[in-house]
């Protein structure tokens, strides 16, 4: 985002040729939304417990609401055998990196010891 700050307010631009923009190539984080507005996208790593089977599932996403939705809805693979789910952990990352690593770890012996504790 700070890129962006500093292209804009150099005047230089963020737009590039063919509606791509330097700032979306190297940072995947920055993303355009239908309007053809630049916004930083948000990253959740999340669990859903089934309601019927004892299991949990643990994914990482940037639109939260749609993808409970789509594992709702047996949309997934996955998770279809599984559902219905109602969702007991969500966190917030400004990157996919970090979201990614706290996936990690809540997959993990460790991370799945808490879950079963919520």
């Given amino acids: ?17 063919g509606g791509s923009t330097p700032l979306m190539r190297t940072n995947p984080d920055i993303r355009k939304n239908r309007q ?3 916004f930083l996208s948000m990253f959740f790593v999340y669990a859903l417990k089934s309601l019927n ?4 599932y643990i994914g990482m996403t940037s639109e939260l609401e749609v993808r409970i939705k789509r594992h709702n809805e047996g949309k997934n693979r996955t998770t279809k055998p ?4 109602v ?3 969500t ?4 990157t996919r990196i970090e979201a990614r690593k706290h996936e990690k770890y809540m997959k993990s012996g460790s991370g799945r010891e808490f879950l079963k504790g919520i």
């Fill in 82 to 85: 599984y559902s219905p789910f």
């Fill in 1 to 17: 985002m700070a890129e962006l700050v500093d292209a804009l307010s150099s005047g230089g631009s963020a737009f590039g040729r």
């Fill in 36 to 38: 053809g507005f630049l």
């Fill in 53 to 56: 089977r004892n299991y949990i």
């Fill in 91 to 94: 966190k917030e990352f400004e």
């Fill in 87 to 89: 969702l007991i952990y």
